[in-house]
Nanobody, 122 residues
Framework: VQLQASGGGLVQAGGSLTLSCVAS?????????MAWYRQAPGKQREMVAG???????NYADSVKGRFTISKDNSKNTMYLQMSNLKPEDTAVYYC????????????????WGQGTEVTVSS
């Protein structure tokens, strides 16, 4: 199982970026929760947004109204649209696939992408 995150970069405050996470070796249709996490320098990794296999979505309070998570099962890809970016959004962003549904049972997956860096300048 491999997750490949991309789309990071340098952007000014108020700008937008869209991150992508392409999965291989697993169908994201069967993943329990696909999520984006981020880790800022000197801070712990935190969950930014998650989307379940049934489409249930959760966001961290700090990004509600500014970030949108989505996935395209046909492309085996998850996205994170980020708008109105703030300097405090600066971090390395990681995608994660937590568990896999198979024949009605859940199996641990805990797959991580390699991270894509987002820098927001003030």
């Amino acid at each position: 199982v491999q997750l490949q995150a991309s789309g990071g970069g340098l952007v000014q405050a108020g700008g937008s970026l869209t991150l992508s996470c392409v999965a291989s070796g697993v169908s994201i249709f069967n993943v329990n929760v696909m999520a984006w996490y981020r880790q800022a320098p000197g801070k712990q990794r935190e969950m930014v947004a998650g989307i379940s296999n049934r489409g249930r979505i959760n966001y961290a309070d700090s990004v509600k109204g500014r970030f949108t998570i989505s996935k395209d099962n046909s492309k085996n890809t998850m996205y994170l649209q980020m708008s109105n970016l703030k300097p405090e959004d600066t971090a390395v962003y990681y995608c994660n696939a937590d568990m896999l549904w198979n024949a009605g049972e859940l199996f641990e997956l805990n797959a991580w992408g390699q991270g894509t860096e987002v820098t927001v300048s003030s």
